[in-house]
């Protein structure tokens, strides 16, 4: 007697199919560039400028490449401005929270200020551990279920 097995599968894959985090990270930048340029379809106050550019930072860490050599560059003159000034030994983790601050603290003219804060502070917190990188971890992985890496 032959028995046929048949499986039923049923693909629980990403919401958007195979965008990658290279894909968000550039559809991330696409967006933050169209509100900084002026776009009637978005329009950036200083939270969102930050806030993208929080995504924007942590996107490209986790895609790799020349995204995060890129956002790790803008990440090093703040980290730098805060690391090397007489305050003391300050820490990542207080880099992060000054970055942080200092993005969304403060009265911006320009929307470009708050958005490159955001970007540093998305890829230092990915390298402050704690607290910081768990929001990290967990913006990572929501993103993975959108589109796969």
């Known amino acids: 007697m032959i028995t046929e097995t048949t499986t039923v599968v049923i693909a629980a894959g ?35 400028a930050a806030g993208l550019g929080i995504a924007l930072g942590t996107f490209a860490g986790a895609a790799g490449d020349l995204w995060a050599s890129v956002t790790t560059g ?6 730098s401005l ?15 929270l000054g970055v942080t601050a200092w993005a969304f603290i403060f009265k911006w003219k320009r929307m470009v200020w708050p958005s490159l804060l955001g970007i540093s502070a998305g890829v230092i917190y ?10 990290h971890n967990l913006v990572i992985r929501l993103a ?6």
Request: hydrophobic residues 45%; aromatic residues 2%.
């Open 144 to 149: 993975s279920a959108v589109g796969s890496m």
């Open 74 to 79: 803008v990440a090093a003159v703040p980290t």
């Open 14 to 48: 990403p919401i958007l199919g195979s965008v990658g985090m290279s894909g968000l990270t550039f559809t991330t930048g696409l967006a933050m560039l169209a509100g900084l340029r002026g776009s009637d379809r978005i329009s950036l106050d200083r939270d969102k």
């Open 126 to 135: 990915g390298q402050a551990g704690g607290l910081w990188a768990i929001g």
């Open 82 to 96: 805060i690391q090397g000034t007489a305050g003391g030994n300050i820490g990542l983790g207080g880099v992060a």
